[in-house]
């Protein structure tokens, strides 16, 4: 479990409702995301930060529901080219899965 954490402007598009009061630890080991939008042209882009080791991924705004799990595959596509171990990469991408929308701190 991780927060997502998104911009005001990205809550509101994804029509997402923060719960303040769900303070929990990030239980993956890159910790929480933060992203925020990025346009190149007219390419729509989201810039996707890693809290813990500012691991940076971006990745096609479009369609936007979907890009929890498109984050977790480009994590995981990163991570593949470093030198660390398969069964990492695995419990961090188990964890990904389950994630939740908040605003950044």
Known sequence: ???IRCT???LKRLAAHPD???QSEATTVLGDWYV???NVGRLRLLLCTS???LLTAI???VPLRS???RLEHAVARIL???PIAASAIARERKEMRWHRFDRTR
């Open 20 to 22: 303040d009061t769900d």
């Open 51 to 53: 809290e813990r080791s």
């Open 1 to 3: 479990m991780f927060a």
């Open 36 to 38: 925020n939008t990025l």
């Open 67 to 69: 890009f929890p799990e």
């Open 59 to 61: 990745i096609p705004a």
């Open 8 to 10: 005001q402007t990205l």
């Open 80 to 82: 593949t080219g470093l």
